[in-house]
C-alpha cells in the first residue's frame, strides 16, 4: 500500500518460563477471578447466546412430537376428513406456499464461489537482495546522501526480505524505465497467473464470460483487460472491465464489481486480475514522502477464477459470504493521504501522507462498524451494544468494548502494505502472532505487491495445511481515495495448495523471525 515503515517488528516466539509456586494455608476463599479461566466462560456465553433460538426449539419440537405419537387412528382421519371438506383453504395455502417459493428461489443472491487462483512468482534473476538494491540506488546517481540514507532505514525497517522482485527495467544500469518495459512486466505478470491458472482448473479461455483487471498506477491504451483478450482469444461478447488509480484495496473491488456481474449473468465464470505495475512508476528524485515507495513495492499479481455454477461447488476451495466497502474519499485529508504527483524538480511519484495510519484507522473503524453485525456472533454484538449504552448514560470514560474478531474469523489476510500497517491491526484487533503470520511472511517473502498482496497471504495459510473445511477467511485491503476494503469467504472443504503456488519451494522456511 499506502503503507509506511516506521512500526517496530519482532515476531520470534519466545519459550515458556518456568514458574515458582509457592503453597501456604489460607482461611479465605480463593479468588474464583483468578481460578477459573475467562477464555472459556467466554466460549461458553458465545455458544449459549449463539445458539439460543435452537436451544428454544427444542423443547418446542419434543412437545410436538410426543403430541403426534400420541395420536390414534381416529384422530388421524378426522384431520384428513378437515383438510378435505376445506379444500379452498388448502389450494389457497398451496397456492400461497408455491408462489412465494418460486419467489424467493428467483430474487435470491447467487452463490458465488472461488474456484481457484493462482499468484505469480517472478524468476530468481529478478530478485533484489537489500545490499543490491542500495547499491543500484547508489549507482543511479539519481539520489544524493541523504535520500540513500534515508532508503537504508526505511528498507532495515521495512519487514522486506532479500528474495523480493523489481522488474527487469530496474536492473539495468542506469533504469530503462520505458512504455515497452512496462507493457511486458505487464504481460509477464498477468499472463504468468492466467496461464497457471488455466492449467490447474482445466477452464478453457473461451468458457470465460466476465474479466475484471485492476492496476492502480499503470493504464495503457489499448488496455490491460484487452492485452488478455487478445492474448487467450476470449470470446467477443466478454463483459471486460479495467479498473485504475484505486490502489491496494482494488483487488477486493474487483471481487465485488464480479459478484454483482456473476447475479446478472447465470451460468459463467468470471476471471479477477489484480496486479501493479512498477516500471514506469519508480520514483527518481529526492523527496522523502515520495521515497517509501520504491521501497515497499515490488513485482506481483493474482489472477483468481469465480464462478456461480452449482455444479461447481464441489470443486470450489471458497464461498463468497460478504463485501463491505468503506469510501473516506469526501475528507480532503483522506483523499491526499496516498497522492501521485510531481515534486519540485518536476519528477513523478506516489506521495504518503504523516497522517496516513490515523486515516487508515479511520477508514478500519468505519468498515468494522458495517462488517461487525454481519459476521460477528450475537453474543459480542450485545456486549458492544451494551457497553455502549452504559458509556452514554452512566459514565463517559468506560472504555468502549471492543469486539472479538478472533470469535468470527479463523484466518485473517491482513494487507502487506507495510510493517507499520501489520502492526496495528494486530494491536488494535487484538490479533495474536499467528493471525498476522501471513501477512508478515507475504511481506517479508514479496514486499508490497499492491493488490494482490491478501492472496499471497491465503496462499500461505493453504501452504501450511491451516485451511479446514467450514473455516472463514478475512480479507482486508487499505488503497489510496482513501478505501478500507473487506472480503469474507468460507472455506467449503480442508484446502490444500494449488500445483505451482508461490510458497511451494520455500514454505519449510517459514515463518522467519523479522529483525528489528
Not at 527518481?284 to 455444479?311: D, E, H, Q, T, Y
Request: overall charge positive; some cysteine.
Amino acid at each position: 500500500m499506502d503503507g509506511g515503515a516506521g512500526a517496530q517488528v519482532n515476531t520470534a516466539r519466545g519459550g515458556a518460563e518456568p514458574v515458582g509456586v509457592q503453597i501456604q494455608q489460607s482461611r479465605r476463599l480463593p479468588d474464583f477471578l483468578q481460578s477459573v479461566n475467562l477464555k472459556y466462560v467466554k466460549l461458553g456465553y458465545h455458544y449459549l447466546i449463539s445458539n439460543l433460538l435452537t436451544l428454544c426449539l427444542i423443547p418446542v419440537m419434543a412437545v410436538i412430537l410426543i403430541e403426534a405419537s400420541q395420536m390414534n387412528p381416529d384422530d388421524i382421519r378426522h384431520l384428513w376428513l378437515h383438510l378435505k371438506y376445506n379444500l379452498v383453504s388448502v389450494i389457497i395455502c398451496s397456492a400461497v406456499l408455491v408462489f412465494g417459493s418460486t419467489v424467493y428461489i428467483m430474487t435470491r443472491p447467487r452463490p458465488v464461489y472461488l474456484v481457484d487462483y493462482s499468484c505469480y512468482k517472478a524468476p530468481d534473476e529478478l530478485k533484489a537482495p537489500y545490499e543490491r538494491f542500495m547499491q543500484h540506488s547508489r549507482l543511479t546517481g539519481d539520489f544524493d546522501e541523504s535520500s540513500l540514507e534515508f532508503q537504508r532505514k526505511i528498507l532495515e525497517r521495512s519487514g522486506l526480505g532479500d528474495e523480493t522482485y523489481v522488474p527487469e527495467a530496474m536492473h539495468h544500469l542506469p533504469p530503462q524505465p520505458s512504455m515497452q518495459a512496462a507493457r511486458e512486466e505487464a504481460e509477464q505478470v498477468m499472463f504468468g497467473a492466467l496461464d497457471n491458472l488455466f492449467a490447474n482448473t482445466s477452464v478453457k479461455p473461451k468458457d470465460i464470460g466476465i474479466l475484471v483487471v485492476n492496476c492502480s498506477l499503470f493504464n495503457p491504451t489499448p488496455s490491460l483487460s484487452a492485452m488478455i483478450v487478445n492474448k487467450y482469444k476470449l470470446r467477443g461478447n466478454i463483459r471486460s472491465f479495467n479498473l485504475g488509480g484505486m490502489g491496494c484495496s482494488a483487488g477486493v473491488i474487483a471481487v465485488d464489481l464480479a459478484k454483482d456481474m456473476l447475479q446478472v449473468h447465470r451460468n459463467t465464470y468470471a476471471v479477477v486480475v489484480s496486479t501493479e505495475n512498477i516500471t514506469q512508476n519508480w520514483y527518481f528524485g529526492n523527496k522523502k514522502s515520495m521515497l517509501i515507495p520504491n521501497c515497499l513495492f515490488r513485482v506481483g499479481g493474482a489472477a483468481v477464477l469465480l464462478s456461480n455454477k452449482s455444479v461447481d461447488r464441489r470443486r470450489a476451495k471458497y464461498k463468497l459470504v460478504h463485501v463491505v466497502r468503506t469510501h473516506r474519499g469526501a475528507d480532503d485529508k483522506a483523499f491526499r493521504c496516498v497522492y501521485q504527483e510531481q515534486d519540485d524538480a518536476g519528477k513523478t511519484g506516489v506521495s504518503l501522507s504523516k497522517d496516513l495510519m490515523a486515516i487508515a484507522g479511520g477508514a478500519l473503524k468505519t468498515n468494522i462498524t458495517t462488517l461487525g453485525p454481519l459476521v460477528l456472533p450475537i453474543s459480542e454484538q450485545l456486549l458492544f451494544f451494551a457497553t455502549l449504552i452504559i458509556k452514554k448514560i452512566c459514565n463517559k470514560h468506560v472504555k468502549p468494548y471492543i469486539p472479538d474478531f478472533k470469535l468470527a474469523f479463523d484466518h485473517f489476510c491482513i494487507h502487506a502494505g507495510g510493517r507499520a500497517v501489520i502492526d496495528e491491526l494486530e494491536k488494535n484487533l487484538q490479533l495474536t502472532q499467528v493471525h498476522v503470520e501471513a501477512s508478515r511472511m507475504t511481506l517479508h517473502r514479496f514486499g508490497n505487491t499492491s493488490s494482490s498482496s491478501i492472496w499471497y497471504e491465503l496462499a500461505y495459510t493453504e501452504a501450511k495445511g491451516r485451511m479446514r473445511k467450514g473455516n472463514k477467511v478475512w480479507q482486508i485491503a487499505f488503497g489510496s481515495g482513501f478505501k478500507c476494503n473487506s472480503a469474507v469467504w468460507q472455506a467449503l472443504r480442508n484446502v490444500k495448495p494449488s500445483q505451482n503456488g508461490p510458497w511451494e519451494d520455500c514454505i519449510d522456511r517459514y515463518p522467519v523471525k523479522v529483525v528489528s
